[in-house]
């Protein structure tokens, strides 16, 4: 573990994994210089891939808000997020029926994509849930908590189906120094309600790194050793690149901050490869 | 552990600690016969406890309720909440300030008995919340659980104070099939968001146990193996007074039902020293 | 939270709560000074007592080990241990069989005080438990830890009967920097392979404190106002004290350092009522 | 979920992944018949993997173990080891310094095949560790668990280095009805000790399933919907399976009986595509 400048370090690699929030954007916009950053990277030959905890919408609408924010240079095709798993799950695992869902509209399109129906928890009956196949925590939003919370707990105490958690984290920054309980965070609720194990998705998990590394492969451009995740959280980002066994860079724009990161570091037990400020230095 | 008559083997003790829902009373109104069973106990100079894990009402509210279901039998001073818990650690622990909490109007009762100010979550401001000096976890309802489990969480990351939750249970059934997320489940959600250890009350814990038997013990009539809890939920009631050092009979009215009791105590290990199959038999 | 003298603040309290290691003494023997302080609250008509996490030898035992090191104001029945804790559960709720333990055979002497058989579990034979009424974990020596943790795990996957953890401390250190696994831990790792739920004795749970404010109030002298815990640890000390209700007082002079009593407290959410250099000063 | 007949079902699949112990082997030898199973699987032109949470032995020996046994037809390629993803993890992100160890001198192979120095545990000098720059569990033999295990908690409580648990599973089966606390029940013990999370590879994780999957495709044989996985275990085969995206079958020689199959699904959650009695049927 190093404290390192970013600029120097990706000069080394040949592909970057990005983390997002807390990274390239935070709730204010675009974190300064960092579509410059993305272009130079990207300019110079190297690959980058955008690996997002998020099922809350499509890649094709986290682009789209990307370029609106003003970083211009990413394609549909690099952003990879954990609602990407699910889908893919959904399409390997669970051939008919409808999927109930807790989450907004926008966020189902996860279950359309995979030529499912989709049935948000609003409308699911508790007397009628025969032709239910699948149930997937999707978003933190577009749902009343109380009254959908109990019938998604209500409704898997009686189907026993596959339950996918869309973006296993807990919490998201909604301000400086608010946040948010995330889906993650609304599964293991009730999960810890009905003592049963869901099927998660999303960093630290390895699903995301292998996708994204197979991406890359079949363009045959780079070992493990050529690629570098990029993310402001230890026990997503940097866990999940140390383990997937490529090299690992904690910024400190985002969930860790120069002030605790050397406790968190110890106290965790998780430790990047590099320290670096943020992207842009 | 044997199957027994609770009318037969009440005879031996001169004590009764009743949980109340799943025993005396369920969602439909009280269990017939229940109120005979308890006058008759009494009149054969038998004292008797109702230990609920409840913080939504006070025990004068709880008594009310219970006569208007048809028990009349039953005095104030005969209830004993997880609720009345709090109250003492409020008491004991906390001097001043304003107390925040999540739950009804009635539920906040237990905080002014404590001569505290309740300050519900809903009024709390993040901008100025010096004043307060604890939070309570009494009730899952009167909030909106969406906004104010949130403000919950940015409060408790910005104060460090005392959290009491006043009711550890992490569910309650509210028909024959259908359950609603408890207080204690809610507690649970934001305390692994955050952390954070709270202080928690309620059965299986010895503390409503201890305040019965005080009770019991100061009007001189009592040891400990005069004692019987009659209970419906293996991991509280059974739990609990087993861990007190008084005996304990499962009833099948309630939570744990006769087809599957035997599977529950085996995987649990927790053992009650009798099975009934209600109190009115 | 404020920092204090403690011998300033023993003055405003009837009855002093001692934990015994990392408070009076530590790994070389008895903290400098200690006998005095002791020797002076008592002489000043206060009633003190130890409650210690400990259940590797009788309270006789370790009141004689006190007075070895030259804590000669120590009586018998001012120490109480989790292992008595233990012992009344055996006697309240195990009325005969015998009792298999972990432990050493001093440990042992607390189910033989219970009037029971007690039966090291390297004398267990797997083919021939239906003898055996209960288990219980008294210390972390006295035994192979390869050979006898897999037979208890096999015991107890043969026989459902009560589990009795009587310490339930997962550490206690052993030299400056050195700890050494204790009791709670082992019996952590068998709770967590078989998934079941075992009772357990010790600060931070009530029990502890319930028997030792009985004590004293058999005596008259005391209400809760009146107590004051002293202890080196957040989350047994500290924690167990405020959820009983009585005022706490954390000692720099054990599992919590100066250094780190800040971001400790902040991070557990555990908040002793003061912060003491030590019980000298 | 359908009950099924394995030697049928494996008709439709190109690529089948057993599971070893409780479904070719178990502790008594062989399961009858299973070498013409796999044999005849072979001929059929389908390929083969046994994915093995096992770091005890290399490939190689595991092979040569396998053909004592009298299963000829195994290869060392086929077999998939969570010793490999440790092995893995140490090439990709540990470069230099010594790997201290809990295991076997057998169960080191897999450090000295990343060309890194182990050392057991029971030669670690807890006063010279500053050379120290991994840890691994490996395997719950060679050492004294006593001893050793607490030296691995000071090591790691005074060393904060990447931790690797080789192997995740918490029990294996010894006889018929007895058990053997496993690696991974070792590593959780210490890991809850020091409250820090550890780098764990075995099934459900997905990187053994990653690594059989890139190893067949590279022959350019199959999609995921070609390929069967083969378990005894819900919580490991059959999750790791389902979230990998692959058809899974139970089979009923192992963790998991007839007896309790159907109510062991409902409590998990954990639901294969097919339960079958055995491979051999």
Redesign the interface.
Same mark, same amino acid.
């Given at each position: 573990m190093e404290k390192a400048s970013f600029l120097e370090i990706a000069k080394s690699y040949k592909v970057i994994f990005f983390d997002s929030y807390g990274v390239v954007k935070n709730h204010r916009g675009l974190i300064n210089g960092s579509p410059k950053v993305i272009a130079d990277l990207k300019a110079a030959g190297k690959q980058v891939r955008f690996l997002t905890n998020d099922a809350s919408r499509s890649p094709e609408r986290q682009m789209k808000k990307f370029r609106r924010l003003g970083l211009n240079e990413i394609e549909e095709a690099e952003i990879i997020t954990s609602g990407m798993m699910a889908k893919?799950?959904l399409?390997?695992?669970v051939n008919s029926g409808k999927v109930a869902f807790l989450g907004t509209p926008a966020s189902a399109q996860y279950i359309i994509d995979a030529n499912l129906e989709a049935l948000h928890i609003s409308r699911v009956n508790?007397t009628d849930i025969e032709a239910i196949s699948a149930f997937v925590f999707l978003d933190d939003e577009g749902f009343?908590?109380?009254i959908d919370?109990?019938t998604t707990?209500?409704l898997?105490?009686?189907r026993?189906?596959?339950?996918i958690v869309a973006n296993s984290d807990? =919490?998201y920054p909604v301000a400086k $120094?608010?946040?948010? @309980?995330a889906t993650g965070?609304?599964a293991? =609720?009730v999960s810890?309600?009905? $003592?049963?194990?869901? @099927?998660q998705f999303g960093k630290p998990?390895?699903?995301m790194f292998?996708y994204a590394f197979r991406h890359i492969n079949e363009q045959a451009v780079s070992s493990?050793?050529d690629i570098l995740m990029v993310g402001d959280t230890l026990?997503t980002d940097i866990?999940g690149g140390?383990?997937?066994?490529?090299s690992t860079a904690l910024v400190l724009t985002g969930n860790t901050r120069a002030a605790n990161v050397e406790?968190m570091?110890?106290?965790?037990?998780?430790?990047p490869d590099y320290i670096c400020d943020s992207i842009v230095s």
């Open positions: 893919q799950f399409e390997n695992k508790l009343d908590w109380n919370i109990n707990v209500n898997l105490r009686k026993n189906i596959p339950v807990k =919490l $120094n608010d946040v948010s @309980i965070g609304i293991q =609720l810890s309600i009905l $003592n049963r194990q869901f @099927i998990d390895s699903q292998m493990k050793q026990h866990l140390n383990k997937f066994g490529i406790s570091i110890r106290t965790t037990g998780i430790i």
